[in-house]
């Protein structure tokens, strides 16, 4: 079909506006079948769709009446008859001897995207845990790596990459996950993943394609892990915490053979296992030839003193263990790793293989570069000055502004639990005021199977991504808008 050409009055068509054009004109065909009574009116509603939605864009050229009628198969007047009428409608605009335009008459209507990324529109405060201060970023220093290694990339490595990942992230993540969390890093058991989230659902397919229906989760735990387990098939039994850990009894009588575990810093308690609990859940996998998924999620943000090695590194048969970048660096990035028992690691390669032929390259080599540099290393060390003063900041505004105020949990992460007064409740009207002030919060009551609210005021909030004056505003804030309490001394 003839769509090129050269206007005379305003230059050349584009090349978008070609593509378009020839997209528009696949709009137009139902119109050809419609019955013959009708075939005019159609022909024409459908080219002025076409120019209002900018399928046609403002100065494209459109084919002669012969041409198109002929594409179409419909008569040379019915097309002639459109363009005219179009013509007088100001759609388009035709000249002697040069053909029949799109005016620029029309302002085509403005194409939208929506955005579902998980974020509270109109905010003024969003203490929802998860996300780390993305300002902090190390633009420029990513920037440099990336320029380094598309200086150094051959290009061979743009092809399908290894599903693992390429062969030096592995290494740099054996080697950092070796040092820094104590794991037992094979670069051949690596696979790196599109975050936890990925890491968590390549699992499930491998457990529900041997058989399991089942997987135990930590209640309170992340809601997350329930909708990626039932992704796969897999249906999570709740099983709950006491002060060290996973409750030994109810894990025994779940009839369970995989778990999804935080033992360094449980979501959302904030309690670390204890050295026993810790020992107990790897003789129950020993036992039931069980599997643990560890969800090393925050594990390099302990405040207080050095962190709990990961429970991988007592048992590297027993434990899948699993993290990301998304607390350190940035959860967009979408990069994680999966380090898999030997007995388990040929079937997860080969489902993610079949998932998505592996993760970006270019991406994989800049965080190789960035960690093989010390480049990852030094932004930890920033992460955690950051978040260590923010959480400061944060305790010391709920003590100021909700007095009485209990903060649970280990130092160490993005988030605390604040079970506040009881003049504070009940939740649900606290919660009301609250959203309609423009405070975002997840009550931990959301991370429990049952949703039970007792009516105390039980908060998981997050501090990573606010600055220290930022929190002590969203508390004062949150203060003034459930009109409890007020700071001591006012």
């Known amino acids: 079909m003839t769509s090129s050409g050269t206007n005379p009055a305003s230059g050349p068509t584009s090349a978008q506006g070609l593509a378009d054009a020839s997209?528009?004109?696949?709009?137009?065909?139902?119109?050809?079948?419609?019955p013959v009574r009708r075939r005019g009116r159609a022909l024409q509603s459908a080219l002025r769709d076409a120019v209002r939605s900018g399928?046609?864009?403002?100065?494209?050229?459109?084919?002669?009446?012969?041409?198109?009628?002929?594409?179409?198969?419909?008569?040379?007047?019915?097309?002639?008859?459109a363009y005219e009428q179009l013509t007088a409608e100001?759609?388009?605009?035709?000249?002697?001897?040069?053909?029949?335009?799109?005016?620029?008459?029309?302002?085509?209507?403005?194409?939208?995207?929506?955005?579902?990324?998980?974020?509270?529109?109109?905010?003024?405060?969003?203490?929802?845990?998860?996300?780390?201060?993305?300002?902090?970023?190390?633009?420029?220093?990513w920037a440099t790596a990336h320029r380094t290694v598309m200086d150094r990339l051959p290009h061979s490595a743009l092809g399908y990459p290894d599903p693992?990942?390429?062969?030096?992230?592995?290494?740099?993540?054996?080697?950092?996950?070796?040092?820094?969390?104590?794991?037992?890093?094979?670069?051949?058991?690596?696979?790196?993943?599109?975050?936890?989230?990925?890491?968590?659902?390549?699992?499930?397919?491998?457990?529900?394609?041997?058989?399991?229906?089942?997987?135990?989760?930590?209640?309170?735990?992340?809601?997350?892990?329930?909708?990626?387990?039932?992704?796969?098939?897999?249906?999570?039994?709740?099983?709950?915490?006491?002060?060290?850990?996973?409750?030994?009894?109810?894990l025994l009588r779940s009839g369970v053979r995989a778990v999804v575990t935080t033992p360094a810093h449980q979501f959302p308690t904030g309690i670390a296992y204890s050295a026993d609990r810790r020992g107990v859940l790897l003789d129950w996998a020993r036992s039931t030839s069980g599997v643990i998924m560890e969800d090393d999620y925050d594990g390099d943000f302990?405040?207080?003193?050095?962190?709990?090695?990961?429970?991988?590194?007592?048992?590297?048969?027993?434990?899948?263990?699993?993290?990301?970048?998304?607390?350190?660096?940035?959860?967009?990035?979408?990069?994680?790793?999966?380090?898999a028992p030997a007995s388990m690691t040929d079937e997860i390669v080969a489902r993610k293989r079949t998932m998505d032929l592996g993760n970006p390259s270019v991406d994989q080599a800049v965080l190789a570069d960035f960690v093989a540099g010390g480049g990852y290393d030094r932004q930890l060390r920033r992460c955690q000055r950051a978040?260590?003063?923010?959480?400061?900041?944060?305790?010391?505004?709920?003590?100021?502004?909700?007095?009485?105020?209990?903060?649970?949990?280990?130092?160490?992460?993005?988030?605390?639990?604040?079970?506040?007064?009881?003049?504070?409740g009940p939740q649900d009207d606290f919660l009301r005021r609250a959203t309609a002030a423009g405070i975002a919060l997840r009550p931990l009551s959301q991370c429990t199977a049952d949703r039970t609210d007792d009516g105390t005021v039980r908060l998981v909030l997050g501090?990573?991504?606010?600055?220290?004056?930022?929190?002590?505003?969203?508390?004062?804030?949150?203060?003034?808008?459930?009109?409890?309490?007020?700071p001591a001394g006012e």
């Open 55 to 81: 399928l046609l864009p403002a100065g494209t050229r459109l084919p002669a009446s012969r041409e198109l009628a002929a594409d179409l198969g419909v008569s040379r007047g019915l097309v002639t008859e």
């Open 463 to 486: 501090y990573a991504h606010l600055t220290p004056a930022a929190l002590e505003h969203g508390v004062r804030l949150l203060s003034d808008a459930v009109r409890k309490v007020r």
């Open 23 to 34: 997209a528009a004109w696949e709009l137009l065909l139902p119109a050809a079948s419609v």
């Open 164 to 250: 693992r990942g390429l062969p030096e992230l592995r290494v740099a993540l054996a080697s950092l996950l070796t040092r820094r969390r104590g794991v037992v890093a094979d670069p051949e058991r690596v696979v790196v993943c599109s975050g936890v989230a990925q890491a968590t659902a390549l699992l499930g397919f491998v457990l529900r394609g041997r058989g399991a229906s089942t997987v135990g989760a930590e209640d309170p735990g992340s809601p997350e892990h329930a909708s990626l387990f039932a992704s796969t098939g897999l249906t999570t039994v709740p099983l709950p915490l006491d002060d060290e850990g996973l409750a030994v009894e109810p």
């Open 90 to 141: 100001s759609y388009l605009r035709s000249g002697r001897g040069a053909g029949t335009w799109v005016s620029g008459t029309v302002r085509p209507a403005a194409r939208t995207a929506r955005d579902l990324s998980p974020r509270a529109p109109g905010a003024r405060v969003d203490f929802r845990p998860g996300t780390p201060d993305l300002a902090l970023f190390p633009r420029s220093a």
């Open 387 to 424: 978040y260590r003063e923010r959480r400061d900041a944060l305790t010391g505004a709920l003590a100021a502004y909700f007095p009485g105020t209990e903060v649970s949990g280990i130092s160490a992460g993005l988030h605390i639990i604040a079970r506040l007064p009881e003049r504070c």
């Open 302 to 339: 302990r405040y207080d003193r050095a962190p709990v090695g990961a429970l991988q590194g007592l048992d590297p048969e027993h434990v899948v263990y699993t993290g990301s970048v998304s607390k350190s660096l940035a959860p967009g990035l979408r990069l994680g790793w999966l380090i």
